[in-house]
């Protein structure tokens, strides 16, 4: 992975445009970046939504990631909930998207699909077994998700 990382890196700054770009079609939510150069083999968008001023107890966040192994991307969200000593990651949905993040979800798609030219990976074939070791996964657990994302999709900042 180190390899492909190499040939990546050099890439980073249309990363961070497109950061920029998203954070503008996505008014009031704040854009960040989850990506983990030489861990995980994808560029991860993560979009906050606005805060309201209150302090939920728990929040939805959606969490766009772009394969560097393959053409083609997943949106999902991640529920973040409030424990004793700050926020932490709860809950993570692949599918059914909750409604309050169904139209960022749609954004941050299209938004990957303009500029980087991947396509949406059907989560039928993302939640296939794939007989590999991926970070502290192992077949039978080890999904094409995990292989060509992450391991750890509920790990966010």
Not at 24 to 30: D, H, K, N, S, T
Not at 75 to 103: D, Q
Not at 111 to 127: K, M, T
């Amino acid at each position: 992975m180190a390899a492909l990382w190499a040939q990546e890196l050099p890439k980073i700054g249309r990363w961070h445009a497109f950061l920029e770009t998203l954070e503008r079609q996505l008014p009031g939510f704040v854009v960040g970046d989850g990506t983990a150069p030489t861990t995980v083999p994808c560029f991860r968008c993560i979009a906050y939504p606005p805060e309201d001023g209150t302090a939920p107890l728990a929040r939805w966040i959606a969490v766009g990631c772009v394969s560097i192994l393959a053409p083609v991307y997943v949106v999902y969200a991640v529920r973040k909930k409030r424990e004793r000593g700050g926020m932490r990651s709860a809950e993570v949905r692949f599918e059914h998207c909750p409604e309050s993040l169904l139209t960022p979800a749609q954004v941050i798609g299209s938004a990957i699909e303009a500029e980087f030219g991947a396509r949406l990976l059907p989560w039928e074939s993302a939640h296939r077994p794939v007989p590999l070791f991926v970070e502290w996964k192992a077949p039978p657990e080890t999904t094409l998700f995990h292989a060509l994302f992450t391991a750890s999709p509920e790990i966010i900042p």
